[in-house]
């Protein structure tokens, strides 16, 4: 069922200080992920990883402070979380973090940051945003409150995982295909790195647990990563279906709002979520086997 979702009025005032941006640049900056140099590691293999923006010539490395990373760590085998805040360099060189894991398995590595982020957009472009992200009851809201000429404001936290697997024999069961529980989650119902390698690859987003309707979601190659490949809506269980890509990386993102509480200072509270995953050049990561 779809997540239950309150609307009401809400003030158009929000604090002094918040960042004014265009519809183009506010989507490419919510555009996050944990982007590992190698996805396909053997045991114990240190890899750097970076927390990337953008996309197209915007891409860039997040500017995100420490203080505002909640959780980042890898669910292995057996469902065993591993913490790997001490590993977080942000800003640091040339990466933010770098991991090595010792037992083989497929890890879905799950980073989350607080809600203090804050954006604001005049009117139109703020319309324009709901509209291209696929925010339809945002927008119906605003419809039907008569705010479209209003400007919209929103907090956001942002929800990353990425798959990264260990040795040459991805598990037939893993725990990419169980939740991790992000407040928003992209779930693969089949592992993309199992082999024979699927052909097609079906997901479900949850919001705060539940399955999530009418979502959209956007399936993109990173290294040619201007536009998605491909956009579906999920259906009334909150799934999907794309083409299983077989080789290079890519980004699944996601993005989901609703009425901000009384006490906050922004119109929406948004979450953007996204799952990086990614087959190595050789070996059994290479694509179809």
Same mark, same amino acid.
């Not at 119906?140 to 404001?153: A, C, I, K, L, Y």
């Not at 295909?177 to 997901?203: C, H, N």
């Not at 999907?240 to 929406?268: C, H, K, M, S």
């Given at each position: ?39 396909w ?9 970076t ?16 203080? @505002? ?9 057996? !469902? @065993?979380?591993?913490?790997? @805040?001490?590993? *977080? ?19 879905v ?11 604001? *957009?005049?009117?139109? @472009? ?8 696929g ?7 605003r419809?039907? =409150?008569?705010?479209? !000429? ?9 929800q ?22 992000l ?15 699927p052909?097609?690859? &079906? ?7 539940? &399955? ?35 080789? !290079? ?13 009384a006490t ?5 509270? =948004? ?15 290479a694509? =179809? &086997?």
């Amino acid at each position: 069922m779809k997540a239950p979702i309150s609307w009401r009025l809400r003030r158009p005032a929000l604090r002094a200080g918040v960042l004014l941006l265009g519809v183009a640049s506010l989507a490419q900056a919510h555009d996050f992920w944990v982007q590992p140099n190698d996805y396909w590691l053997a045991e114990s293999q240190a890899t750097p990883i970076t927390l990337e923006v953008g996309h197209g010539p915007d891409r860039q490395r997040s500017s995100i402070p420490p203080s @505002r990373i909640l959780r980042f760590e890898a669910v292995g085998p057996g !469902g @065993r979380a591993i913490d790997l @805040r001490d590993s *977080l360099t942000l800003g640091g060189r040339s990466s933010d973090a770098t991991i090595a894991l010792a037992t083989p398995g497929t890890y879905v590595l799950a980073l989350q940051t607080d809600a203090r982020a804050r954006s604001l *957009l005049p009117a139109l @472009r703020f319309n324009d945003y709901l509209r291209v992200e696929g925010l339809t009851p945002a927008l119906r809201f605003r419809e039907r =409150t008569h705010r479209m !000429g209003s400007d919209g404001s929103e907090s956001y936290s942002r929800q990353a995982k990425a798959i990264v697997q260990v040795g040459s024999s991805p598990l037939i069961q893993s725990e990419v295909t169980r939740p991790v529980g992000l407040l928003l989650e992209i779930i693969p119902l089949v592992d993309p790195y199992a082999i024979p390698r699927p052909k097609s690859l &079906p997901i479900q987003v949850l919001y705060k647990a539940h &399955p999530l309707a009418g979502a959209l979601v956007k399936l993109t190659d990173l290294h040619e990563d201007a536009n998605p490949l491909e956009v579906h809506l999920t259906d009334s269980v909150g799934r999907a279906t794309f083409t299983a890509p077989q080789r !290079g990386a890519w980004l699944l993102n996601v993005i989901w709002t609703e009425l901000a509480p009384a006490t906050e200072d922004t119109d929406f509270a =948004t979450v953007f979520s996204s799952l990086s995953f990614g087959f190595s050049a050789v070996g059994p990561g290479a694509g =179809t &086997p």
